[in-house]
């Protein structure tokens, strides 16, 4: 008969992801934006009247409500200190190439579309 080895166990900790509460409010804010548009089309064209647009109106409030409502668990796990999914509105810092000679932001890589001057690259001589 086979021996078998004979251990200790002790208390370990995992993390478990599954979906978040604010990660399926916008997924359900998408997909009613979507499914609504299209119900909203078919109404239409069904009544061959643009008096169903109205409903347009009442899909963006129900998009801004549960937008509205992720955010603000967002928030309130942010405070926490605990992790969230998504991002949370509002400015963020982000990296653009600019003007040595004007400081605009640029949209070429070869010149500079408010003073002109053509961008020297790094690899250039
Ligand atoms: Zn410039």
Redesign the pocket.
Known sequence: MKERRVTYRFEARRIVRGVPLETLLDVTAKVTVVVGSFIVLAAIVAVQSLEPMIMLAGLFFQWLFLRCIAEHIRLQKKIAGIDFAGRISGPRLETIWA?G??N?MLHSENH?D??G?RIKIDSDD
């Open positions: 003007c000679h004007c605009s500079c408010n003073c001057a």
